[in-house]
């Protein structure tokens, strides 16, 4: 089935860092959504991107869908304490509403 | 801001036993899922609902899982007969509308441990 693989696993960054992450597939998606989980709760989205090539913004996160429409990345800028839990790529092909979601990348941010 | 409600937040149950996970949708929107995360996994879709009928499903929802709209504002899952395998997070999501620029609203889930 379709996979989302997303990288890296774990970051443990200092304060004030940028941090990137991303996803990658072996399929093509025309829908690219960020969430961020926080640990007891459901996953809260971050950015949807609906075009190849799109990069959009809210706030400190910056997104882009990959060319190939096979990958996206996410980056967050400046990280500040509340950045820290998980982040889920997620991907949707044409003509499903089913999301396939990344294996997730958790982030810790130090002060 | 509207969201998603999910109960109970956490439910323990026995296998063999039935389970029901109940959901308020925003109240605006017509597509409704239900994904499950088993600790520390990521998150699986399992099925999508639309016009008082499964629209999708996925591999693990078998014929133990059945979903239901009661009334105009519930969505509810059921487990026939629990399996230990069946303990995970269950999240519940909603959107306006399916296909083209389908943004997928996620409750806070419930929490199934089947002993």
């Known amino acids: 089935g379709q996979q989302l693989n997303q990288s890296p696993q774990s970051m443990f960054i200092q304060e004030g860092e940028d941090v990137s992450m991303n996803c990658t597939s072996s399929?093509?998606?025309?829908?690219w959504l960020w969430y961020k989980q926080d640990p007891g709760e459901g996953p809260v989205l971050l950015i949807a991107?609906?075009?190849?090539?799109e990069l959009t913004s809210n706030g400190r996160l910056t997104a882009q869908f990959g060319i190939t429409r096979k990958d996206s990345f996410l980056n967050i800028s400046a990280s500040i304490p509340s950045d820290v839990g998980i982040y889920f790529c997620?991907?949707?092909?044409?003509?499903?509403?089913?999301?396939?979601f990344g294996t997730g990348t958790r982030l810790q941010v130090f002060p | 801001e509207p969201e998603v409600t999910q109960t109970p937040s956490h439910q323990v149950t026995q296998m063999g036993q039935e389970v029901i996970l109940r959901c308020v949708p925003i109240s605006n929107h017509l597509y409704f899922y239900w994904y499950r995360q088993i600790l520390g996994q990521k998150v699986e879709f399992l099925v999508s609902f639309y016009n008082n009928e499964i629209s999708e499903k996925s591999e693990i929802f078998d014929d133990q899982f059945s979903v239901e709209r009661p009334d105009g504002s519930n969505f509810t899952l059921k487990i026939r007969s629990t399996k230990l395998e069946d303990s995970a997070m269950y999240f519940c999501?909603?959107?306006?509308?399916?296909?083209?620029?389908?943004?997928?609203?996620f409750g806070a889930g419930t929490r199934l441990s089947v002993l």
């Open positions: 999501a909603s959107s306006v509308k399916g296909a083209g620029k389908n943004i997928q609203y």
């Open positions: 399929s093509i998606f025309n829908t």
């Open positions: 991107l609906y075009k190849a090539g």
């Open positions: 997620a991907g949707r092909t044409y003509n499903t509403d089913k999301l396939i």
